[in-house]
Every structure is written in C-alpha cells, then in structure tokens.
T-cell receptor, first 114, second 117 residues
Framework: QQQVKQSPQSLIVQKGGISIINCAYE??????FPWYQQFPGKGPALLIA?????SEKKEGRFTISFNKSAKQFSLHIMDSQPGDSATYFC?????????????FGTGTRLQVTL | DTAVSQTPKYLVTQMGNDKSIKCEQN?????MYWYKQDSKKFLKIMFS???????INETVPNRFSPKSPDKAHLNLHINSLELGDSAVYFC????????????????FGPGTRLTVL
C-alpha cells in the first residue's frame, strides 16, 4: 500500500529554472513532512521539512508548499543548478503506537542541464 | 569523522547463504534504523531500535534479524538469502525516537549494495 504518492518520476530542468516535485498522501494522521535528497552512491540526506500547521516553508532556494485540505505538498527548487541533480524523496511521518516512522514516496530523479 | 558508517559497501553472494551487514554511528544518537531500497529506488523502513531495544519491526521475513550490541551499533543478519533480497540497505540514526510532535532528523549511512546470485 503506497501511502505517499510522488510525481513526476523524473524531471529535466534547465539551469536557472524552477523544479517542482509533488507528493500526495492518504493518511490524515501524518504529522511531519520531510524531503530528502540523494546523490548517486550516497544515502539520503534531509533537505527541508514542514509540519502541517504551516502552509509554506522556505530555506534558501528550496520551498515546501503544503495544502492540508488537499493532502498534498510540493518541493520547489528555484534557480535550479547542475549541483541539484539528484533523486528527491518526499516522506511523511506517522505514529505507529510506539513511535513514529517515515513513509517515503517513490522518488523523483532530477537532472538540471546547462 | 564519518557519522554513520556501514560495512561492507558491496556484498555479492549466492542464494541460500547467510550474510551480515554492520552499521556504526558516532553521533551519540539513541535510535537506529535499517531501510531497504529496491531496484526502483523505493525506500522502506525495516526496523528501528532505541537504546538497543527493538521498537519498529515492519513486515519483514524472519530471515532478517537485527542485533544492537550497544547504542552505537546496529547490525543486520540475513539467513538463507533469496534473489529478492537484492537491494541497497541503508542504516540510519537519529537523536531519539520520533513520536507525535517530536521530529528528529535521520542521518543515513552510505548504503550496502547486496546482490544475490
């Protein structure tokens, strides 16, 4: 059961453009929504995260937009750079009764071209 | 000064063998995790430990047995390896358990690519 759906699967953006990755979730009990960035051969690393009580969070060129009623959130990368080329995962945290765990989306492979 | 390290980085083995993957973190964290990333890059939690105690155990075949000798180490032993076990296995750690209103960043290791022939 895929509880967090992510799109697109892959994305090609020109340098300086805006990259947009979308995620949708089903479980209304999710209470924390991080985005992870993964470079080839490396483990995922936290990029930015948001709680459902805010609609937007910005850190540098990276912005999360959150729509609680639609159960959707998205990552916007402004002024995309070749160094941003990586796989991006959205995730959602849900409480299991003993602890919370992260459920990841299927990933988006971003390529930023010159 | 690696934060979360895993050994080996690559593991190639035959079906039916038993193998172990080791994980160590030097961040002083209390909580450690094992994730499996399949060929389509889908990342799914397998186990989490807090202070050496098993907290989360997803629907994982009992051929997989995690062991935490101390807070800094979480090893994964896999018995009777199958073709479907081929994947990249990531260890991660966080300062503490995540729970309602407590959000702890998870730090991932570099991964172990397991190939079962």
């Amino acid at each position: 059961q895929q509880q967090v759906k992510q799109s697109p699967q892959s994305l090609i953006v020109q340098k300086g453009g805006i990259s947009i990755i979308n995620c949708a979730y089903e479980n209304t009990a999710f209470d924390y929504f991080p985005w992870y960035q993964q470079f080839p051969g490396k483990g995922p690393a936290l990029l930015i995260a948001i709680r459902p009580d805010v609609s937007e969070k910005k850190e540098g060129r990276f912005t999360i937009s959150f729509n609680k009623s639609a159960k959707q959130f998205s990552l916007h990368i402004m002024d995309s750079q070749p160094g941003d080329s990586a796989t991006y995962f959205c995730a959602a945290s849900g409480y299991t009764g003993t602890a919370s765990k992260l459920t990841f989306g299927t990933g988006t492979r971003l390529q930023v071209t010159l | 000064d690696t934060a979360v390290s895993q050994t080996p980085k690559y593991l190639v083995t035959q079906m039916g063998n038993d193998k172990s993957i080791k994980c160590e973190q030097n961040l002083g964290h209390d909580t450690m995790y094992w994730y499996k990333q399949d060929s389509k890059k889908f990342l799914k939690i397998m186990f989490s430990y807090n202070n050496k105690e098993l907290i989360i155990n997803e629907t994982v075949p009992n051929r997989f047995s995690p062991k935490s000798p101390d807070k800094a180490h979480l090893n994964l032993h896999i018995n009777s390896l199958e073709l479907g076990d081929s994947a990249v296995y990531f260890c991660a750690s966080s300062q503490g358990l995540m729970s309602r209103a407590t959000y702890n960043e998870q730090f991932f290791g570099p991964g172990t690519r397991l190939t079962v022939l």
